[in-house]
Structure formats: structure tokens, C-alpha cells
């Protein structure tokens, strides 16, 4: 779990006549994850596709644009052999499909037209006016448009090349009809109505009427949206009676595509060719056998290095690689080779060298079970390095820990639970199953603290049953500490979010002093034991009784006997090793001062730059205190809802009860005047108010537990990314992709 798959790198070497039935067999392992050679060694060359790349790859084009125009999705299709006239079958639904797409474009074209001129023709209607006489006239100037039929007038009334106007209205629209005076320029109307707000209409071509002109086009447009539905339900037709048989040659297509293409990865010369790449170790034996089924000793398989796990990217071999330069020279000792050609296949035949040098081994994250979905958690950062350790399993550790300290409600985490089980059984994608997944842990702890709390959907009905009732335990339920009786629950759940995170970066140090041992532990003292040290060093200060008049008083009661959470811990002794003389006072040196000391000490000595991050240690630690705060925030939203539904009051304890059993008359009646209604709810005030009261308790709750995911969730995954990640995880790692297709809608032809 902690380490992904232990990965090979093997080779492949033959003779190019076998090179098809290699790359065939190895793309149907689906196992070897190819590097890619780069011309480095003198003689190889990378190879070029196999014959009929072309071909496939436009076919490949040409069915995935049929795909599109059918708006064809990848649904599960059984797997078949295509028919040997495929090629003919995908050329007549080509045609077909092509045909009816081109027809489709002009009926749209068309139909645009028509509908730009029934918006023309629209406003003439309103006006009522044929069109024949709005057009046409020598000696008059007529304007269609709409405006403010006052403010026209006026303009061409103060032209002094109008003589005489007249002005036709039919809705929101207006007909200005204008005589221009002998000497006026042409176009005097349109300069008249310059600086007014009018938008003008253009008069259509035709002799009809308007309302008979937008009757003809509406039939127009009729005939049009016909003729698409026509054609939309013949192209359903293609989708129905070929879209399977396009997804399996789109698959078939991909794989030819890709096994044509492989050679380019290749090491090659005219006679033989070498390929590289990653396999997980587990899987190098299965990798041999079915090369040696297909081929025979045509070929040698060499496992060329074992990756072992470093943090600084360095990988252990299993044997000494030579430089490509240096496999392929001349040996002194050895009889010189006559034929450059004969050279060139020694050197790819004699094994242990590699042509493709440098690149690292790809990453497959190794854990199962339910860590599994905390994988996608973790890539949302970046994949791990194949050198580094992988953080999921403390991913999985701890997230749902911190979501369900902060939500802490059995309805809320139910909700979650159910949410995610929806997302797991309903959804194909990988990343939406595995969020599901998150949801359903993150829930089931939700409801484990839920438990401690004693509340479901902000009730205390929970903890009034189970604990008081049934269990009979005075510990339990914990107070989250909203109520003015319980107010030192809330700096409570403060210190043990600090105390969390004195837990959660002391782990990250530690990760990151094991990842350093691989240099020694001198240098994993001094590039993490100092932090280690600090850390510690300082909270163990804080919470101890040196200067305690100077600390707050709520980290020596929150664990005493008659506190919150009575363990019986008043803060560490004072352990004062030596009093040292500053001349106006005395500095006492502790213990957990000298600690911290040695580590600051050691830090300036290894990194001295990051001497000045050294207070890094408090800060990061405080902000854990996040998660108290949410948890009183989120309650507080919960308490809310409830309070304006049900009602509640105070007693003279300080201790907050909703009213669900009994009207605001019984407080005065129990308590007197000793106790405070804070608000009589909805649900006592009528039966509008009980109605509009059950609709804001609905939604109230399932806000609530919306922003559950968007507050908790997001503070929980910024302490992982922000605040642990950062002590020992980098990320980067390369994603492993095998040379291979798994076939979902065809079988081996």
C-alpha cells in the first residue's frame, strides 16, 4: 500500500519479420507500458507504421465522424466478430449518412431564412398597412420603423426639408410618410430622424399583404420543421440499425491504428528492431510465455532493470546498463565485424543494453479494499512518483475522521452513506464511483461521531435515548457546545483539533524521515528530525505548567477532572533542566525548550534558509483549529432550522431544549421565570405557519447538509493537501498506460 507495484523494464528484440506479430501480440497482453526511443544510438532509427497506417487512421476519422453526426454514445455493446463486408457496410452508411447530414444543413439554412423574414414582416402586420404602399413613391419618402411616435413628429416636423409628413401607428409600430421640399437632398426623412431613438425596418418584396405574406412564410416553416423531423427520424433509424456495428469498427479501427503506429517507438535497423518498455514485475512471466506461444525463440525477452523505490528518483538495476554507445562498439579482443548490418543485429541480440535510457518508471498505485477510492483524492494533487511513498492509506485514515469529527450528525452521515452508495451503483466512471466511495466512509464516520454527539438532523433525541436512557452513561453524549451551559466544550473541541494536528504533521514528518533513511540517517535527521524535533519540542511547552499564567487557562481545564473531557491531564510537568542569567532576569530552560532548541539548532546547520519557516511548527498546528470551528458552525446552522421550526427555550442551566413535545406555555409553567423562551416555532403558531415551518425545516436540513460537503469537506481535504502532503509528498509520477486496447465491443478476428 505504501509503495506502488514494483516495476520492470524489459526488451524485446527480434527480426523485423516477426516485428507484426509481436506488436499484435503484445498489444492483445495489454502489459507493456512503451518508452520511446529517441535516435541516441548510433545505427537504429525509429521505425516507420506498418503498411495500411493510413488507410485505417482516415477510416478511423471517417467513422468517428459518423459517430458524432448520430450523436452515438459508448453504451455496452455485445461483443462480436465483425462480418468480412464491413468495409462496404461502413461506406453505404457513410453515404447515407453523409447525405442526409447535407441535407439537414440546407433544410436549416433554409428554415433561418424563413424565420428572419417572418421577424421582417411581423412589425408590418401590426401596422396593417399592405406593403405595396409603403414602397415605390418618387415624390414622397416613407420610413417603417419603431420609436416614440411624439418625439418622430416632432423631429420632421423642425425639418426645413419636410414640407408636409404624416404618421401611421399599429402597435409599437410606425409609418412615416413624408413630402421632402424640391430642394431637399435626397434622403431628407432619414437625415430628420438623426438623434432620436428609432430602429428602422426594411420594407419586404412583395405585393401581398403582410398578414397573408407571414401566412405564406409560417407555412413555409411548417413544411421546413417537417422535413427535419423527417430527416431526424430516418438518421434515429441509422443510429438504431448501425450504431453498434460503428462502435465495434471504431474499436477494431483503434486497434489497427495503434499497432500500425507502434514502430515508432521502436528501435529499428533494416533487419531487426528492439522494444522497450514497463511491465509490474508480477507480470513479467505471463509477458514471456505469450510472446513464446506467438513467436517462438524468434524473439528474446530480457527483463533489463527491476525498479527498486527511492525518494530522489534513483532506481536500483538488477544489473549494470551500458551506454548505447559503448554496447555497440567494436570489442579489441574480438575479431572485427566485416558487415556493419551483422553489427547492428549483434547489438540488439546479445542483450542487456537498453536504447531507451532515462525514463522512469510509470506508477500503479497499489492499494485495495477500502483505501481504493481515496486514490482519486489523491490524484486530484498528482499521481505519486514511482520513488515516493504513497499517502493514500493515510488519506484513507484520516479524512473521513476529520469530515465526521466536524459534521458529527447519524442523519446527516446516513444521508452521505446513501448519496455515496447511489454514486457507486448507478455511475460506470471510475472517479465518480471512487467520490462515492469517499462519501461512504466520510458518512459512516459522520454517524460514528453523530453517536458521540448524540444528535441526528440537530436533535439531541439520540443521545437523550441511547445514552441517558439505555446506557445510563454521564460521559456521553459530548457536548458540541453551543449552549451557554457547555461554552468550554467549544474551546474544548479547539484543543483537540490542535492535538489532531500535532498527531497529523507529526506523521507527515515521520514519512518524510523514513523516505531520507535511503541517504543515510544523518541526513534524514537533518532534513526531518529537525522538524520532528521542533515540533514537538514547542507543543509540549505549551501544554505544559512553565509559564502557565501566560497561557490561556482553557488548555489546563479542557482535559482536568472537572472539565469537558475529564481525563484528568492539568499539562505536562515543567521539567526545568537549568535557570541561565540574562542580567535582568532568569530564563528557565526546559526540557521541551531544549528540544526545540536542538532542532533549530540542527535546522540552521542543514537548510539555514529555512531557518525563518521555523515557526512553521505553530502555525501549521493552528490551523486544525479549522475543524472546531466548523463543527460549531455547522451545528449552529442545524440548531437554527430546528429552532425556527420546533421552538426552543433555555433553562436556568444555560441548557438549550427544543420544543417537539410540549407549547411555549410549559416552560413558564415548568421552570417559571427562571427560564427564556427563544423563539415559540413555527409549528406552534397555526397551521400556515406549520406548513411554511415543514418547508424551511426540508430545505433548511438539506442545505445544511449541502454545505456540509462544500465547508467540512473542503477544510478536511486542505489540511491533507496543505498542511500533510506538503512535510513528504511531491507527486508527478507518470500515469501507467500499457500498449493495448480492452476490447468492449469486438472479439479477436
Same mark, same amino acid.
Given at each position: 500500500?505504501?509503495?506502488?507495484?514494483?516495476?520492470?523494464?524489459? #526488451?524485446?528484440?527480434? #527480426?523485423?519479420?516477426?516485428?507484426?506479430?509481436?506488436?499484435?501480440?503484445?498489444?492483445?497482453?495489454?502489459?507493456?507500458?512503451?518508452?520511446?526511443?529517441?535516435?541516441?544510438?548510433?545505427?537504429?532509427?525509429? $521505425?516507420?507504421?506498418?503498411?495500411?497506417?493510413?488507410?485505417?487512421?482516415?477510416?478511423?476519422?471517417?467513422?468517428?465522424?459518423?459517430?458524432?453526426?448520430?450523436?452515438?454514445? /459508448?453504451?455496452?455493446?455485445?461483443?462480436?466478430?465483425? %462480418?468480412?463486408?464491413?468495409?462496404?457496410?461502413?461506406?453505404?452508411?457513410?453515404?447515407?449518412?453523409?447525405?442526409?447530414?447535407? =441535407? =439537414?444543413?440546407?433544410?436549416?439554412?433554409?428554415?433561418?431564412?424563413?424565420?428572419?423574414?417572418?421577424?421582417?414582416?411581423?412589425? +408590418?402586420?401590426?401596422?396593417?398597412?399592405?406593403?405595396?404602399?409603403?414602397?415605390?413613391?418618387?415624390?414622397?419618402?416613407?420610413?417603417?420603423?419603431?420609436?416614440?411616435?411624439?418625439?418622430?413628429?416632432?423631429?420632421?416636423?423642425?425639418?426645413?426639408?419636410?414640407?408636409?409628413?404624416?404618421?401611421?401607428?399599429?402597435?409599437?409600430?410606425?409609418?412615416?410618410?413624408?413630402?421632402? &421640399?424640391?430642394?431637399?437632398?435626397?434622403?431628407?426623412?432619414?437625415?430628420?430622424?438623426?438623434?432620436?431613438?428609432?430602429?428602422?425596418?426594411?420594407?419586404?418584396?412583395?405585393?401581398?399583404?403582410?398578414?397573408?405574406?407571414?401566412?405564406?412564410?409560417?407555412?413555409?416553416?411548417?413544411?421546413?420543421?417537417?422535413?427535419?423531423? %423527417?430527416?431526424?427520424?430516418?438518421?434515429?433509424?441509422?443510429?438504431?440499425?448501425?450504431?453498434?456495428?460503428?462502435?465495434?469498427?471504431? %474499436? =477494431?479501427?483503434?486497434?489497427?491504428?495503434?499497432?500500425?503506429?507502434?514502430?515508432?517507438?521502436?528501435?529499428?535497423?533494416?533487419?531487426?528492431?528492439?522494444?522497450?518498455?514497463?511491465? *509490474?514485475?508480477?507480470?513479467? /512471466?505471463?509477458?514471456?510465455?505469450?510472446?513464446?506461444?506467438?513467436?517462438?525463440?524468434?524473439?528474446?525477452?530480457?527483463?533489463?532493470? =527491476?525498479?527498486?523505490?527511492?525518494?530522489?528518483?534513483?532506481?536500483?538495476?538488477?544489473? %549494470?546498463?551500458?551506454?548505447?554507445?559503448?554496447?555497440?562498439?567494436?570489442?579489441?579482443? #574480438?575479431?572485427?565485424?566485416?558487415?556493419?548490418?551483422?553489427?547492428?543485429?549483434?547489438?540488439?541480440?546479445?542483450?542487456?543494453?537498453?536504447?531507451?535510457?532515462?525514463?522512469?518508471?510509470?506508477?500503479?498505485?497499489?492499494?485495495?479494499?477500502?483505501?481504493?477510492?481515496?486514490?482519486?483524492?489523491?490524484?486530484?494533487?498528482?499521481?505519486?512518483?514511482?520513488?515516493?511513498?504513497?499517502?493514500?492509506?493515510?488519506?484513507?485514515? &484520516?479524512?473521513?475522521?476529520?469530515?465526521?469529527?466536524? @459534521?458529527?450528525?447519524? $442523519?446527516?452521515?446516513?444521508?452521505?452513506?446513501?448519496?455515496?452508495?447511489?454514486?457507486?451503483?448507478?455511475?460506470?466512471?471510475?472517479? @465518480?464511483?471512487?467520490?462515492?466511495?469517499?462519501?461512504?466512509?466520510?458518512?459512516?464516520?459522520?454517524?460514528?461521531?453523530?453517536?458521540?454527539?448524540?444528535?441526528?438532523?440537530?436533535?439531541?433525541?439520540?443521545?437523550?435515548?441511547?445514552?441517558? /436512557?439505555?446506557?445510563?452513561?454521564?460521559? +456521553?453524549?459530548?457536548?458540541?457546545?453551543?449552549? *451557554?451551559?457547555?461554552?468550554?466544550?467549544?474551546?474544548?473541541?479547539?484543543?483537540?483539533?490542535?492535538?489532531?494536528?500535532?498527531?497529523?504533521?507529526?506523521?507527515?514528518?515521520?514519512?518524510?524521515?523514513?523516505?531520507?533513511?535511503?541517504?543515510?540517517?544523518?541526513?534524514?535527521?537533518?532534513?526531518?528530525?529537525?522538524?520532528?524535533?521542533?515540533?514537538?519540542?514547542?507543543?509540549?511547552?505549551?501544554?505544559?505548567?512553565?509559564?502557565?499564567?501566560?497561557?490561556?487557562?482553557?488548555?489546563?481545564?479542557?482535559?482536568?477532572?472537572?472539565?469537558?473531557? *475529564?481525563?484528568?491531564?492539568?499539562?505536562?510537568?515543567?521539567?526545568?533542566?537549568?535557570?541561565?542569567?540574562?542580567?535582568?532576569?532568569?530564563?528557565?530552560?526546559?526540557?521541551?525548550?531544549?528540544?526545540?532548541?536542538?532542532?533549530?539548532?540542527?535546522?540552521?546547520? #542543514?537548510?539555514?534558509?529555512?531557518?525563518?519557516?521555523?515557526?512553521?511548527?505553530?502555525?501549521?498546528?493552528?490551523?486544525? &483549529?479549522?475543524?472546531?470551528?466548523?463543527?460549531?458552525?455547522?451545528?449552529?446552522?442545524?440548531?437554527?432550522?430546528?429552532?425556527?421550526?420546533?421552538?426552543?427555550?433555555?433553562? *436556568?442551566?444555560?441548557?438549550?431544549?427544543?420544543?417537539?413535545?410540549?407549547?411555549?406555555?410549559?416552560?413558564?409553567?415548568?421552570?417559571?421565570?427562571?427560564?427564556?423562551?427563544?423563539?415559540?416555532?413555527?409549528?406552534?403558531?397555526?397551521?400556515?405557519?406549520?406548513?411554511?415551518?415543514?418547508?424551511?425545516?426540508?430545505?433548511?436540513?438539506?442545505?445544511?447538509?449541502?454545505?456540509?460537503?462544500?465547508?467540512?469537506?473542503?477544510?478536511?481535504?486542505?489540511?491533507?493537501?496543505?498542511?500533510?502532503?506538503?512535510?513528504?509528498?511531491?507527486?508527478?509520477?507518470?500515469?501507467?498506460?500499457?500498449?493495448?486496447?480492452?476490447?468492449?465491443?469486438?472479439?479477436?478476428?
Amino acid at each position: 500500500m505504501l509503495r506502488p507495484k514494483q516495476m520492470s523494464k524489459v #526488451s524485446v528484440t527480434g #527480426s523485423k519479420g516477426v516485428m507484426p506479430t509481436v506488436i499484435e501480440t503484445i498489444h492483445e497482453l495489454n502489459l507493456i507500458h512503451l518508452s520511446d526511443y529517441d535516435g541516441s544510438w548510433a545505427g537504429f532509427d525509429n $521505425g516507420n507504421p506498418i503498411e495500411g497506417a493510413d488507410e485505417a487512421s482516415e477510416k478511423l476519422v471517417t467513422v468517428r465522424s459518423l459517430e458524432s453526426s448520430l450523436e452515438l454514445s /459508448d453504451e455496452d455493446v455485445d461483443p462480436r466478430v465483425l %462480418e468480412d463486408d464491413w468495409e462496404q457496410r461502413l461506406e453505404e452508411v457513410r453515404e447515407r449518412v453523409t447525405e442526409l447530414d447535407d =441535407r =439537414r444543413g440546407a433544410v436549416n439554412d433554409d428554415l433561418r431564412a424563413v424565420n428572419e423574414k417572418i421577424d421582417r414582416v411581423e412589425p +408590418f402586420a401590426e401596422l396593417g398597412i399592405d406593403l405595396d404602399l409603403l414602397s415605390g413613391y418618387e415624390t414622397v419618402d416613407v420610413v417603417v420603423g419603431e420609436g416614440n411616435v411624439g418625439a418622430i413628429e416632432d423631429a420632421v416636423a423642425a425639418s426645413d426639408d419636410i414640407r408636409a409628413f404624416e404618421t401611421f401607428t399599429g402597435g409599437d409600430v410606425v409609418a412615416i410618410v413624408a413630402a421632402p &421640399t424640391e430642394d431637399a437632398d435626397e434622403g431628407a426623412l432619414e437625415d430628420a430622424l438623426v438623434g432620436i431613438e428609432f430602429s428602422r425596418h426594411e420594407v419586404p418584396e412583395t405585393e401581398q399583404s403582410p398578414s397573408a405574406y407571414v401566412n405564406e412564410l409560417e407555412e413555409r416553416q411548417q413544411e421546413l420543421e417537417y422535413e427535419l423531423e %423527417e430527416i431526424d427520424a430516418e438518421l434515429e433509424q441509422l443510429k438504431a440499425n448501425h450504431g453498434e456495428f460503428l462502435l465495434r469498427v471504431e %474499436e =477494431r479501427l483503434t486497434i489497427e491504428v495503434q499497432q500500425a503506429e507502434a514502430p515508432l517507438q521502436f528501435a529499428t535497423t533494416d533487419r531487426a528492431f528492439v522494444a522497450e518498455g514497463w511491465l *509490474p514485475t508480477e507480470e513479467y /512471466d505471463r509477458l514471456v510465455a505469450g510472446l513464446n506461444d506467438a513467436v517462438g525463440d524468434s524473439v528474446e525477452v530480457e527483463e533489463l532493470e =527491476r525498479a527498486d523505490y527511492d525518494r530522489h528518483g534513483a532506481h536500483t538495476h538488477t544489473e %549494470e546498463i551500458q551506454k548505447g554507445a559503448e554496447a555497440g562498439a567494436e570489442d579489441e579482443s #574480438s575479431p572485427a565485424a566485416t558487415d556493419e548490418d551483422e553489427q547492428q543485429q549483434k547489438a540488439v541480440t546479445d542483450g542487456g543494453s537498453a536504447v531507451t535510457m532515462g525514463d522512469e518508471p510509470p506508477t500503479i498505485q497499489d492499494n485495495t479494499g477500502p483505501a481504493k477510492p481515496f486514490e482519486v483524492l489523491v490524484q486530484a494533487v498528482n499521481r505519486p512518483k514511482y520513488s515516493e511513498l504513497d499517502p493514500t492509506i493515510f488519506l484513507f485514515l &484520516t479524512f473521513p475522521a476529520f469530515f465526521g469529527f466536524m @459534521i458529527g450528525d447519524v $442523519g446527516y452521515g446516513i444521508m452521505y452513506m446513501a448519496i455515496g452508495a447511489y454514486m457507486v451503483t448507478q455511475f460506470d466512471s471510475d472517479g @465518480i464511483t471512487s467520490l462515492g466511495g469517499v462519501a461512504i466512509w466520510a458518512g459512516a464516520f459522520t454517524v460514528l461521531f453523530g453517536i458521540i454527539y448524540g444528535e441526528i438532523f440537530g436533535l439531541h433525541v439520540l443521545g437523550e435515548v441511547l445514552w441517558h /436512557d439505555m446506557l445510563h452513561s454521564e460521559l +456521553f453524549p459530548l457536548n458540541k457546545g453551543l449552549e *451557554p451551559a457547555a461554552g468550554d466544550f467549544a474551546l474544548g473541541w479547539m484543543v483537540v483539533s490542535v492535538l489532531a494536528g500535532i498527531v497529523h504533521l507529526n506523521i507527515g514528518y515521520i514519512l518524510d524521515f523514513y523516505e531520507n533513511l535511503s541517504h543515510g540517517v544523518k541526513d534524514a535527521v537533518l532534513h526531518s528530525g529537525t522538524w520532528i524535533l521542533m515540533l514537538n519540542g514547542v507543543w509540549i511547552w505549551i501544554f505544559s505548567q512553565q509559564a502557565r499564567a501566560s497561557k490561556p487557562d482553557f488548555l489546563f481545564t479542557t482535559f482536568a477532572s472537572d472539565g469537558p473531557f *475529564p481525563i484528568g491531564f492539568t499539562g505536562f510537568p515543567e521539567w526545568v533542566l537549568m535557570t541561565i542569567p540574562l542580567g535582568i532576569t532568569d530564563f528557565p530552560l526546559s526540557a521541551p525548550l531544549l528540544v526545540f532548541l536542538i532542532g533549530f539548532v540542527l535546522l540552521i546547520v #542543514s537548510e539555514p534558509v529555512e531557518a525563518i519557516e521555523a515557526l512553521d511548527v505553530v502555525v501549521n498546528v493552528f490551523s486544525y &483549529t479549522r475543524m472546531g470551528a466548523v463543527l460549531l458552525a455547522k451545528a449552529g446552522m442545524a440548531f437554527v432550522v430546528n429552532l425556527l421550526f420546533f421552538g426552543g427555550y433555555e433553562d *436556568p442551566d444555560g441548557a438549550f431544549h427544543f420544543l417537539r413535545n410540549h407549547e411555549p406555555s410549559y416552560v413558564s409553567e415548568h421552570y417559571g421565570e427562571g427560564a427564556e423562551v427563544i423563539f415559540g416555532g413555527l409549528m406552534h403558531s397555526g397551521t400556515a405557519a406549520l406548513i411554511g415551518g415543514l418547508v424551511i425545516l426540508i430545505v433548511g436540513h438539506i442545505v445544511v447538509l449541502a454545505l456540509g460537503v462544500t465547508s467540512a469537506g473542503l477544510q478536511a481535504v486542505r489540511l491533507e493537501y496543505v498542511e500533510f502532503f506538503n512535510k513528504f509528498y511531491e507527486g508527478g509520477g507518470k500515469n501507467y498506460e500499457p500498449f493495448g486496447h480492452d476490447r468492449t465491443h469486438t472479439e479477436d478476428y
